[in-house]
């Protein structure tokens, strides 16, 4: 398996010419129509049969080697973040306000680099769907593109995803079966009072200090009602109401970050979020709307799926490169609606003693495009003997 990394190692510099390509022309969620462009010409002109439009602006392209049965998907996300980056060099996002904050480009270019060796080789007998995913970042690509039937027009018998994960050792790969990542959930609540002038609050149903009051009782939802082994969180994130000191207004927006890490813990706490504001808006006569996003869900990788990949992995790189199990995190990812689907393998490969995705100075690290690309490489021919 070493030759395979040395094989796709040979091939860095074109990886990173086509990340710097999409890091210069960032595109956010359901936009990335230039960046499916790119991707599906330059799949295209490797031998692949390319669908696109699919979840609006995703991608499928398919590739049938022999005449194996078997049938799989590799998953990259391919949308940008809303964030004004901060790195210097040749690359940098040449957009302003949005930027590939979160390394998708690198996935994205991953991806390409496998499906550019799986084409030169053919060394595969099945069928290899290879997935460019749109608007992952608002947790919206993955339901888009099964709702447009993607795993009715492009069978799987199993579908991969990889993320890269700064604090982590760089160019390790990271396994863990069962729940890996969180649920979320958006949701805003309303609150509706009466609006005075400030200096009558007597005459006011004041949504502000039933707002205040909201945020903080929130808090005791993790603190009190879920326990220290199971994993929560519940952030107000905005807190939008009025304009002027002396006005007091006529309603008060929270904006809520809702996150669990098993599906009866997150029952739980959605539910005690409805009372808690119920009673909250009762106390303070306030009326209230609580307005549900798309519901989350958690990421569960199968177990014997994920022991089997990491063991590819080990054959690949060696058994220090490779952890299992890894950690988990509450961060959220639409990868768990393709994990419902079908039996999914979602691992992370390190990027390194870096800022934190999402952080305006992140940027992947280019050192590991060979690494992700030879793992998938590696994970189509293990399925696809």
């Known amino acids: 398996m070493d030759t395979l990394l040395s094989a796709l190692s040979a091939d860095q510099e074109q990886m990173k010419s086509w990340r710097h390509h999409m890091h210069r022309h960032p595109e956010i969620a359901f936009d990335e129509h230039n960046t499916a462009g790119y991707i599906a010409e330059l799949l295209r002109g490797w031998g692949y049969e390319v669908t696109e439009g699919i979840g609006k602006t995703g991608l499928v392209a398919r590739m049938k ?100 994960m700064p604090t982590l050792e760089r160019g390790k790969l990271y396994f863990t079966g069962g729940p890996v990542m969180a649920a979320v959930d958006n949701w805003e609540i309303v609150l509706t009072g009466k609006g005075s002038h400030g200096s009558m609050p007597e005459k006011s149903i004041d949504p502000v200090v039933a707002g205040a009051s909201l945020v903080m009782a929130l808090q005791t939802i993790v603190s009190r009602n879920v326990a220290p082994k199971d994993s929560a969180v519940v952030s107000v994130g905005a807190f939008l109401a009025g304009d002027a000191g002396n006005v007091i207004p006529q309603t008060a927006m929270l904006r809520l970050s809702i996150r669990s890490s098993a599906p009866a ?31 989350g869900a958690v990421l569960v990788n199968d177990p014997a799926q994920t022991a089997e990949s990491a063991e590819v992995a080990k054959a690949l790189l060696g058994e220090d490169q490779v952890v299992m199990p890894g950690p988990t995190f509450m961060g ?39 690494v992700g690309a030879a793992y998938w490489v590696a994970i189509t021919q293990h399925y696809l003997k």
């Open 265 to 295: 813990t997150r029952k739980l706490v959605l539910d005690k979020v409805k009372a808690i504001t119920a009673a909250q808006a009762a106390a303070f006569d306030v009326t209230f709307e609580i307005r549900e996003g798309a519901p």
């Open 332 to 370: 959220s990812e639409d990868f768990a609606y393709f994990a419902q689907q079908k039996p999914g393998t979602y691992c992370f490969i390190g990027n390194g003693d870096t800022p934190m995705v999402h952080h305006p100075m992140y940027d992947f690290d280019d050192r590991n495009l060979p």
């Open 65 to 164: 080697c022999g005449d194996g049965t078997k049938s799989i998907g590799l998953r990259a996300d391919t949308d940008a973040l809303a964030v004004q980056e901060m790195i210097e060099g040749e690359h940098k996002s040449t957009v302003e306000g949005k930027s590939h904050t979160c390394g998708h480009d690198g996935h994205s270019a991953m991806l390409l680099g496998a499906a550019q060796y799986l084409a030169r080789t053919r060394a595969f007998n099945g069928t290899v769907n290879l997935i460019f995913q749109p608007a992952e970042e608002i947790m919206g690509g993955a339901v888009a593109m099964i709702k447009d039937g993607l795993f009715e027009r492009f069978p799987m018998d199993a579908v991969f995803g990889m993320h890269n």
